[in-house]
């Protein structure tokens, strides 16, 4: 594993070379990143074709060709890399072509850059000093009828290291910007979308300010199908938006080496891009900005709906249990006064049982003194209150 992060080192070889020199560089995102594309580095010579140097990215695969010139060109070079020579590189993997940049390596800036540029069919351009003074890079950042953009570097004083530094930030800024791009027909597929969903939250919120406690479910219902279109409206774009916050991160970095000055009469390179640039990456920003929010605000409206049931329901809850406390407190008074006609109708069987006992002791001829039987009323009624107060004591202890 060490192994492999030390190789990351190492994955963007740097070019050195001299000019004049056309570099070109194609970006690529292929259907699949396997294969043999996964890490191979082609520096092959074929019938006089420069070498290319290929390298694999996390979602795109690009190409870089050094094509050195031995005069400085009179027109703009043809393009080196051909549709069938892309599919030679890339295998059949349908790529499809994100950014063609070719970069015009010549020597120092002339005085006047006008001339040349209408030499080379450029337009209204954008220019800067970069590199500290050591070079000039130009460019009207049009896409030409051979599907190419076209920069012109001139070498002011870069050595071949540097020069093949300042050639790489220049078409990586081509490229980043590109796939940064990515995101905005993402963005502007979900605008409609992102007004609707305002809409129905809207709706919603208002419903459960006002919707009655039967129409509860239904409510929650749609509210949950709503918040999972949502966040799958979020999912599909997530990754898309982050790689495009992270590329345009890039290209500011990459915008920041340039370290550029001023030309008299030219916009800068980098805020000639910047000003073009921001303005699709903050709409993808918002976009995802948006999405989020609206996750929230379902996931918060669910919340309050939820919340609103279970008061309901501990209202209803509460109401049951004061009915059933009423209910308890009128069956403990019923209980109490069964168990008072109870004594008194117990009691009254035993007296009876007792006086029907003396009665017929008195026709047997056994005497039996009234006072007797007065008596035992008191000790009768005490012998049935103890017994039952046993007996409910009893079924309390076993409950």
Same mark, same amino acid.
């Given at each position: 594993?060490t !192994?492999d992060f +030390?190789? =990351?080192?190492?994955?963007?070889?740097s070019?050195y070379?001299e000019?004049?020199?056309y570099?070109e560089?194609?970006a690529?995102?292929?259907?699949?990143?396997?294969?043999?594309?996964g890490s191979?580095?082609? !520096?092959?010579?074929d019938?006089g #074709?420069?070498?290319?140097q290929?390298?694999v990215?996390?979602?795109?695969?690009s190409a870089?060709?050094?094509s050195?010139?031995?005069?400085?060109? *009179?027109?703009?070079?043809r393009?080196?890399f051909?549709?069938?020579e /892309?599919?030679?590189?890339f295998?059949p993997?349908?790529p499809k072509?994100v950014?063609?940049?070719?970069?015009l390596?010549?020597?120092?800036?002339?005085?006047? $850059?006008?001339?040349?540029?209408s030499?080379f069919?450029?337009g209204?351009?954008a220019?800067?000093?970069?590199?500290?003074g050591?070079?000039t890079?130009?460019s009207d950042f049009?896409v030409?009828?051979d599907?190419t953009?076209?920069?012109l570097l001139? +070498?002011?004083?870069?050595?071949?290291?540097? $020069?093949?530094?300042?050639?790489?930030?220049?078409? =990586?800024i081509?490229?980043?910007?590109?796939?940064?791009?990515?995101g905005?027909?993402?963005?502007?597929?979900?605008?409609?979308?992102l007004?609707?969903?305002?809409?129905? $939250?809207?709706e919603l919120?208002?419903r459960? *300010?006002? #919707?009655?406690?039967?129409?509860?479910?239904?409510?929650?219902e749609?509210?949950?199908?709503?918040?999972?279109e /949502?966040i !799958?409206?979020?999912?599909r774009?997530r +990754?898309?938006f982050?790689?495009?916050?992270a590329?345009?991160?890039i290209?500011?970095?990459r915008? #920041?080496?340039?370290?550029?000055t001023?030309?008299?009469?030219y916009?800068?390179f980098?805020?000639f891009?910047?000003?073009?640039?921001?303005?699709?990456?903050?709409t993808?920003?918002?976009?995802?900005l948006r999405?989020?929010?609206?996750s929230?605000?379902?996931?918060?409206l /669910?919340?309050?709906?939820?919340?609103?049931?279970q008061?309901?329901?501990?209202?209803?809850n509460?109401?049951?249990? *004061?009915?059933?406390?009423e209910? %308890?407190?009128?069956?403990?008074?019923?209980?109490? %006064?069964?168990e008072?006609?109870?004594?008194?109708?117990?009691t009254y069987?035993?007296?009876?049982?007792?006086?029907?006992?003396?009665e017929? %002791?008195?026709?047997a001829? $056994?005497?039996v003194?009234p006072?007797?039987?007065?008596?035992?009323?008191?000790i009768? /009624?005490?012998?049935v209150?103890v017994?039952?107060?046993r007996?409910?004591?009893?079924?309390?202890?076993?409950s």
């Open positions: 594993m !192994s +030390n190789a =990351e080192l190492h994955a963007r070889p070019i070379f000019g004049p020199a570099v560089h194609v690529l995102v292929p259907v699949e990143m396997g294969g043999p594309i191979r580095l082609l !520096s092959s010579d019938g #074709t420069a070498p290319v290929i390298e990215h996390t979602e795109f695969v870089t060709r050094v050195r010139l031995e005069l400085e060109p *009179q027109s703009w070079p393009p080196t051909s549709s069938e /892309i599919t030679a590189l295998g993997c349908a072509l950014s063609h940049v070719g970069i390596v010549l020597g120092p800036a002339p005085a006047e $850059l006008g001339p040349t540029l030499q069919g450029f209204d351009s220019a800067s000093a970069v590199a500290g050591d070079a890079v130009v049009r030409q009828a599907g953009s076209r920069i001139f +070498n002011n004083g870069l050595n071949a290291y540097r $020069l093949g530094r300042m050639v790489r930030r220049i078409y =990586e081509e490229i980043y910007r590109a796939m940064a791009l990515l905005l027909p993402e963005a502007r597929r979900l605008a409609p979308s007004g609707s969903y305002d809409s129905r $939250l809207m919120s208002n459960n *300010q006002t #919707t009655a406690q039967a129409e509860h479910r239904k409510l929650l749609e509210i949950s199908a709503f918040s999972a /949502i !799958s409206a979020s999912a774009t +990754n898309r982050g790689a495009t916050a590329y345009a991160r290209v500011e970095e915008i #920041t080496e340039l370290r550029e001023h030309l008299p009469g916009q800068r980098g805020i891009v910047t000003r073009r640039f921001r303005p699709a990456v903050r993808c920003e918002a976009t995802a999405l989020d929010q609206l929230r605000a379902v996931m918060h /669910i919340d309050l709906l939820q919340t609103r049931i008061v309901e329901i501990e209202f209803q509460t109401v049951q249990i *004061q009915a059933m406390a209910r %308890a407190a009128v069956q403990v008074k019923i209980q109490r %006064a069964v008072g006609f109870s004594i008194i109708a117990i069987y035993l007296l009876g049982l007792l006086k029907i006992t003396f017929a %002791a008195d026709h001829g $056994l005497h003194d006072l007797i039987m007065l008596g035992s009323v008191p009768v /009624i005490g012998a209150v017994c039952i107060a007996v409910k004591h009893a079924l309390a202890a076993h």
